[in-house]
């Protein structure tokens, strides 16, 4: 009996393993860039995991790999990128999932905002500034442009024509006020919010995350997020929605249709007790997931720090790491890149080189420690000729 993945998140596939395991099912992951997990294979005994080489990016290639397998009996599609390909493959061999048409709309950042704006849940796209310039099929932060002058916006727009975009390039509000993202699950027509995580962010490019945030008004928050949800037509599912807390309440960012990224899911197995993962598996199979009935915070809060290089090159070591043992909340090195990769951007994830995660009795206090452990690990990158 085999549950499949279609690529992952970088972190979380040894929880994914387990939550299979657990369910009588064995995980095979099909993927186009083994090295994205080495970090999460070397934690994990060998052959725990089916791994099938193929070009993600070729649904014909996926479906003829999927056809293999005798025994299939969920499909797992927890990644933006794959978020469409994933559907449309769930629907063809008739899985269990949400459907393509679902996935196409929320995959589309202008729709989304546009739907929103319909329900009365945000402003209208525009140009107004200041405003966000964003590529409606992007990920990661990237391809996202602050601009706040006529001049920064004209910059922008002729970056975005010499760029990489996935979909359309449009605009909508910079909102004012500190970024947070709500973590629910959807099944049967209902969200549960599992927290809140604080985000901090330099321009478009996240340093840090910590959970679970303490609100007075989480019950607000969760009501708000639910019908943010709804308003999308969010069929099931985790999601990761993040959001501007401004003087007028909450005002969506994204609408993410998967479990947070970068150690999202590991502070949530920690902060919640529980393997999360063994509710994407559940819903991969058709079954109610746990978290949808239970998710109590026993716990730590959690928190986590991005590390980027001071300047792009190929990278040629990181310094500092020894020291993580002398600080207090149990620090953990997550890397994301090794000694000889080339650190191309700076201004996004893509120039992260790891994470530092620690532990802590509040949000705050774990987040005050990931950046005082993250403070002392130095990555050296030494400029080269295809460092731009």
Sequence with gaps: ?????????????????????????????????????????????????????????????????????????????????????????????????????????????????QRLHERGLSPAPGDTLPAVLKDSAGTSSRNVWLVRTPEELGRARQEAARGDLKGRLFAEPLFAGPVYSAETITWAGRTRLLGVFSRQVTGTREDAAAFPVAFPAEDAIAAW?????????????????????????????????????????????????????????????GKPPALAAHAERTGPAVAFALVYPSQKGVLQGIDGLDQLPGYPGQPEWYPMRTVGDHIEHLTDQRGCVGMVLTEGPTAELALHRALAAAAVVSPRAERDATAR
């Design 225 to 285: 997020a639910g019908q943010v949800l709804d308003a999308v037509e969010f069929e099931q599912g985790f999601a990761h929605v993040e959001f501007v807390l401004t003087v007028d309440g909450p005002q969506v960012v994204e609408v993410n249709a998967r479990i947070g990224g970068a150690l999202v899911g590991e502070a949530l197995c920690r902060t919640l007790g529980t393997n999360v993962y063994e509710s994407m598996i559940d819903m991969a199979l």
């Design 1 to 113: 009996m085999t549950v499949a993945a279609l690529e992952a998140l970088s972190f979380g596939l040894g929880h994914m393993v387990r939550a299979a395991s657990r369910a009588g099912e064995r995980l095979c992951l099909l993927t186009g860039v083994r090295e994205l997990y080495l970090h999460e294979l070397s934690r994990l005994p060998p052959g725990a995991v089916d791994i099938v080489d193929v070009d993600t990016n070729d649904n014909q290639a996926c479906a003829d790999v999927l056809k293999q397998i005798p025994d299939l009996h969920g499909l797992v599609n927890s990644t933006d990128t794959w978020l469409v390909p994933g559907a449309e493959l769930t629907e063809r061999f008739g899985l269990p999932g949400r459907s393509a048409e679902s996935a196409r709309f929320l995959r589309d950042k202008l729709r989304v905002r």
